[in-house]
């Protein structure tokens, strides 16, 4: 089954833990994304990345690591993470950059 | 930069009827897409619907279709005999052609209900 699968679904931690949430696609894409969605803000891109070993900042990057050392895999890095890191982070890909993304089923992440 | 602007952040609508979600976009480029994504309770982000800008014709896909003004910069979804599954929170997004390196722009989003 064609699908993008986030790990994990929720996490609780503290400001300053470093976490990583992972993004795997099994659909052979080009393109992965991440964004985080707030209330009244709708989804905004965090990074993306075009290929292996090509990645870019989005609106929001401040904060953020990603790495895109194999073509599934994007993860998510926050270093030091802090309270207004709160947030539903989605990971998203598409054939190409022109293309309908396919969404992962969103982490919940809570930073106390 | 592109901006996106859904005014409407609730609506409801009766079962069967039909119902209309606006949205309108900032840009000043002349090729880029525009979508609808449907979020539902369970969170998963669902592509709707998709328009091609220089596509004249209003894309359409079963009981979805869209009200497309190029010109009034406009992107507007109608829902046909809504039914109670599309209750969901909907997000209108633009998408550029243009630029090199490519990024999702959405709107606040509308939380469509649909009453029995």
């Known amino acids: 089954e064609a699908q993008v699968t986030q790990n994990p679904r929720y996490l609780i931690t503290v400001t300053g833990k470093k976490l990583t949430v992972t993004c795997s696609q099994n659909?052979?894409?080009?393109?992965m994304s991440w964004y985080r969605q707030d209330p009244g803000l709708g989804l905004r891109q965090i990074y993306y990345?075009?290929?292996?070993?090509?990645?870019d900042k989005g609106d929001v990057p401040e904060g953020y690591k990603v790495s895109r050392k194999e073509k599934r895999n994007f993860p998510l890095i926050l270093e030091s993470p802090s309270p207004n890191q709160t947030s539903l982070y989605f990971c998203?890909?598409?054939?190409?950059?022109?293309?309908?993304?396919?969404f992962g089923d969103g982490t919940r992440l809570s930073i106390l | 930069a592109q901006t996106v602007t859904q005014s409407q952040p609730e609506m409801s609508v009766q079962e069967a009827e039909t119902v209309t979600l606006s949205c309108t976009y900032d840009?000043?480029?002349?090729?880029?897409?525009l979508f609808w994504y449907k979020q539902p309770p369970s969170r998963q982000m669902i592509l709707v619907i998709r328009q091609e800008a220089y596509k004249q014709q209003n894309a359409t896909e079963n009981r979805f279709s869209v009200n497309f003004q190029k010109a009034a910069k406009s992107f507007s979804l109608k829902i046909s005999d809504s039914q109670l599954g599309d209750t969901a929170m909907y997000f209108c997004?633009?998408?550029?052609?243009?630029?090199?390196?490519?990024?999702?722009?959405f709107g606040e989003g509308t939380q469509l209900t649909v009453n029995p």
């Open positions: 659909m052979n894409h080009e393109y």
């Open positions: 840009t000043s480029e002349n090729n880029y897409y």
């Open positions: 997004a633009f998408m550029s052609r243009e630029t090199s390196g490519s990024r999702l722009t």
């Open positions: 990345s075009m290929n292996v070993e090509v990645t």
């Open positions: 998203a890909s598409s054939l190409t950059i022109n293309q309908p993304q396919h």
